[in-house]
């Protein structure tokens, strides 16, 4: 028995390229085949273990949950000194605190990082594991993202000390908020690039799929990504989950999830959760008039539409990448048939789920879909009923919540995705007063910028990255 085999790789979704140890896949992002990493096989916990993590704090459950994701590459130690420094950066002493609107109703504050949104939790882990991997190895990475806006601060917030990535933004021209904005474009660290693209979110993200899978633009260099694509980050979500369940009765009694949808990450975090053994009662699909996933799991339709621009632009998007993970599973995880489905959806051929997979997809979500006027309504009533102001996004997650609940007695927890002060459009649109930025970025609206303004155009965007590295 070879001692150097690895307990926990993980292999892509399509099946062609090779399986990888965790900090391999860290540094990669998307599989050479186009594919999405995912863990061969996942950590199992039984309820009592679960129920025994009842008097964790958020960076000791952490450490739990994800050692035996990393174990193979980093120890215990190491693990537990990351941990606990990314938690430590936040601004509640209980990280994820839960908050209850109503009997049986609750939302769980995941904006207390230092961007105001769930981003952190994963990217302030990120950008110390891959530091710790790059220290190792002696190498240097060049990483390239595409943000609608929360990404992006996240990402750079958790690189910016990194002397080991060079880091470079792409973020849609003029359809992110100014606050959002600014907290990307006011780091003006020599290692952090911002691209403000003349187009629209998908158009960013179709440059940054297009430059991994040619990296010759590079010229021996490596791309990594912070992206939802790479593993790690949906591995940093999976904890929350078991957060607010065990705070919440479990794993004695199940609770259910609402999440505010966009590219399929957060949410596909909690359906993990379930298959490592956490009892979740449903999981909930919000998302905004972008409903693609809605029309996938409600009605079985998988049609790109026209993307529309909307109060909650960090759910704006036409396609969610890592809707591929749970395809994956849903086709056996066969990843010869996932490619041809992921092609035939691509070039039109198929809109819809062989009818057997689709009814597995529609047991295991429920979905929703809400406009810009319900969102503003929600966001209205929430301050007149509960005196709580939401953020749009959470909003959807509130109001999805409630029209897919099937099961009152069991708790619904709306995941909080962002800090109202993000998005003060959808704030001012509700007639709610917008909130102060908190302490450590009142003075994020004097602070200097800088950001590179270029056309939608690969060639130039790439010129543009090679002329900075
Ligand atoms: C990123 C984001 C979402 C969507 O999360 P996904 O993992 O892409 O589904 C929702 N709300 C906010 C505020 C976000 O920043």
Known sequence: VGSEMCIRDSISTRGQAPSLGFEDVLLTGLASDGGLYVPETLPQFSHQEIASWATLNYADLAHKILLPFVEDDISSSELKIMVDETYAGFNHKAI?????????EWVLELFHGPTLAFKDFALQLLGRLMDNALVKRDQNLVIMGATSGDTGS????????????KMFILHPHERVSEVQRRQMTTILGDNIHNIAVRGNFDDCQQMVKHSFSDQAFLKGGQLGAVNSINWARIMAQIVYYFYAAVALGGPHRPVSFSVPTGNFGDIYAGYLAKNMGLPIAQLIVATNQNDILHRCISANQYQKKGLVQTLTPSMDIMVSSNFERLLFDLYDRDGAALAELISSLNNGTTNSLEPQRWEKARQLFSSHCVNDDKTCDVIRQTVHQHNYLLDPHTAIGLEAGRVCN??????????????????????????????????????LMQRPERCQVLDNDLTKVQQYMTSQL
């Open 96 to 104: 994820a605190p839960l908050v209850q609107l109503d009997h049986n």
């Open 406 to 443: 099937q099961r009152l007695e069991v708790p619904m927890v709306t995941l909080a995705t962002a800090h109202p002060v993000k998005f003060p459009d959808a704030v001012v649109k509700a007639k709610q007063a917008v909130p102060p930025l908190p302490e450590h970025l009142t003075d």
């Open 154 to 165: 996240a990402a750079i917030e958790g690189c910016r000390h990194s002397e080991r990535v």
